[in-house]
């Protein structure tokens, strides 16, 4: 949620902010600004508005070249999506640009103590009260180097809530400075040159050398003396160096038409980048960075999956694979409630968090939860050197690489994955299943590459049908089993990206209530079981025959082969035979194109939808 981008080196800072504000455009698009510091002077633009607005703007009016610039793509929570609360915001005497990502929850009391003290505010962000207490925190420091870190340090330790800020003054024209409390930014290090941005993707084409920054930090960069790192106190920190394991074309839409549909072709990699490594020769699996003992792994008797939307979703899903693997009872919670309820944790629970970005607020809070009651968490995510796996005691990275549409695709494949592996894991570990046993799924995993392979080879079908039906404004999914998750999937994605209302089911439920709204015409999409699991299988054939004998148009996905649905059946979508508790990895992917074109018949933007943002860094 908000692109934060900087730059500090012998480029002209202006193409280098513009490239990587392009590149984070994903995190949010409400607004998009910009500022630079040249020969002492501070300017700045902003447009309300895609960053496209913002170029048009430049072009027009363009800022002098500069060697030190800050830019920000906005999705809005406090005030419009305006010109006004465009970032940059800048100080009254205008010396001073901030900008930030988070929210300042105390905002409304400094801004108060800004207002007695003369202060007009500009706009109705909680931002702007950074930018005005920054320049008075400046004028107060100490004359000499470092005195902008310092004016940051001391705001930072009076405001409450997330938040990365960056800061550029006319004062210190070779310097850019940052803060981060529970909000992202990562540092990149380039020839001579440094980079910030929210993540990676903001200065991926220049460097892969990445330096993480820890909570409750600042970060100076000037030009002439580098990097330095401290915490709010002022005590030095030293940061922890990476290099980003993918480079700018996967972040490119490599001739695809939409970030998204590159993503679904990249599925089948996605998921053998996964598995690779993870299972040994002899079918067993190695899981090596778990960093929790085997002992603490036998410990665990309950085990709470967190996380929100489609990482959600996967977790509903795990539910199924860990319980029937482990048998230790497994709990799925929205991570926004999970806290607040009082969670019943201690230190043999074990709390898997999942989550794509490694940065969803969310989740983080109740991973911190967690933690604060003993529980030991194990994060499952796709972003190395983000905040939730970095908090969390053990990590099983996805490899899906990055993940630009802001409909999660590659991510939740990836994530189902991921807790396959951590199911089996732990009944390698604790006994509960043979090794044959573990083998034979392990096997089973292995196909999954070329099975979805196979699905996106018959898609033409589904995306006629997608064309068909540009003009749904309802639409209903239906599933049982580890279906029902990959049904709520696919109401996600046509509600996402197509702004269609849809709803998912458990198909047993339907004649509870639901049933009612099904008249002529809905379309209804049913997620069959395989016919291995007969009475399942029978069941939902008996559903689908229900909401048709009602007038739906029936969307059928089920495995080759399966005759049975044909009949009841106005469009058939067939995937490969999968054993059942790894299905949802074959049966989603038709939701997923069928979403993206349905939302592309519409006009719509697949990539940035209306409303949302990739990375959802407020609670
Ligand atoms: O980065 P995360 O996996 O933590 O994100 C969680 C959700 O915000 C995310 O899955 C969201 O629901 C997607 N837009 C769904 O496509």
């Known amino acids: 949620m908000c692109g934060i981008v900087g730059y500090v080196g012998p480029k002209d800072a202006r193409d280098v902010v513009l490239e990587g504000l392009r590149r984070l455009e994903y995190r949010g698009y409400d607004s998009a600004g910009i500022a630079v510091v040249a020969d002492g002077q501070l300017s700045s633009a902003k447009k309300a508005g895609k960053l496209a607005n913002l170029e048009k703007l430049l072009a027009d009016q363009p800022l002098p070249a500069a060697t030190v610039g800050i ?4 999705w809005a929570t406090h005030g419009g ?12 005497d205008g010396t001073v640009a901030v900008i930030h990502n988070g929210i300042i929850e105390n905002f409304a009391a400094l801004r108060a103590e800004c207002e007695s003290a003369g202060v007009e505010f500009t706009s109705e962000t909680d931002t702007e009260v950074a930018a005005h207490l920054l320049a008075a925190a400046y004028a107060a420091a100490p004359e000499g180097q470092g005195r902008l870190a310092e004016a940051m340090r001391v705001i930072c330790r009076r405001l409450e809530g997330a938040f ?5 003054s006319a004062h210190e024209p070779d310097t850019l400075v940052a803060a981060r409390r529970s909000s992202p930014l990562v540092v990149g290090v380039g020839d001579g040159e440094y980079f910030l941005g929210s993540d990676v993707a903001a200065f991926i084409s220049h460097t892969r050398e990445a330096r993480e920054l820890g909570q409750d930090e600042v970060v100076e960069i000037d030009r002439h003396r580098g990097l330095s790192v401290t915490d709010f106190a002022g005590n030095p920190v030293e940061p922890k160096s990476y290099t980003v394991d993918w480079d700018a074309e996967a972040a490119e839409k490599g001739g695809y038409d939409w970030f998204m549909l590159k993503e679904i072709a990249e599925q089948p990699k996605a998921i053998a980048d996964t598995l690779l490594g993870r299972l040994g020769a002899n079918g067993e699996l190695v899981l090596d960075e778990v960093r929790l003992s085997d002992q603490d792994l036998r410990d665990i008797d309950k085990i709470f999956v967190v996380a929100c939307g489609t990482a959600y979703h996967a977790g509903l899903i795990a539910k199924y694979a860990i319980e029937h693997w482990t048998r230790i009872p497994v709990e799925v919670e929205v991570a926004s409630e999970f806290r607040y309820r009082d969670p019943v944790l201690d230190r043999s629970t074990l709390v898997v968090v999942v989550s794509q970005s490694g940065e969803t607020m969310d989740t983080l809070m109740a991973l911190r939860h967690a933690k604060d009651q003993k529980a030991r968490v194990l994060a499952i995510c796709n972003a190395n050197g983000s905040t939730i796996p970095r908090e969390s005691d053990a990590v099983l990275y996805t490899h899906a690489g990055p993940e ?4 999660s695709t590659k991510g939740f494949l990836t994530q189902l994955v991921a807790c396959y592996l951590v199911g089996l894991f732990l009944a390698q570990v604790r006994g509960i299943k043979y090794e044959d046993e573990v083998a034979t799924v392990v096997a089973e995993l292995r196909e999954l590459p070329a099975a979805v392979a196979k699905v996106l080879e018959q898609m033409e079908p589904v995306r006629e049908l997608g064309r068909s039906m540009a003009d749904a404004d309802r639409m209903l999914f239906l599933g049982r089993h580890v279906s029902f998750p990959v049904a709520l999937e696919g109401a996600l994605k046509l509600k996402e990206l197509a702004y269609i209302h849809a709803e998912g089911f458990a198909a047993g439920e339907l004649k509870h209530g639901p049933i009612a709204v ?15 699991r007969d009475l399942l299988h029978a069941k939902v054939v008996s559903n689908i025959q229900e909401v048709r004998a009602r007038g739906a148009r029936t969307i059928v996905i089920a495995e080759e082969g399966d005759e049975d649905v044909v009949p009841y059946a106005d469009h058939v979508i067939r995937v490969p035979r999968t054993p059942t508790l790894l299905a949802p990895v074959v049966t989603t992917v038709p939701l997923q194109v069928l979403a993206c074109e349905i939302a592309d018949s519409r006009g719509l933007d697949v990539d940035q939808p209306r409303n949302l943002a990739k990375s959802v860094t407020v609670e």
């Open 404 to 407: 630009i549409a802001v409909a």
């Open 518 to 532: 099904v008249d002529e015409g809905t379309p209804v999409v049913i997620v069959v079981p395989p016919r291995a």
């Open 81 to 92: 999506p305006t010109d006004r609360n465009a970032h940059p915001h800048l100080s009254a």
């Open 71 to 74: 830019g920000h793509t906005r």
């Open 164 to 168: 990365t800020l960056v800061a550029t």
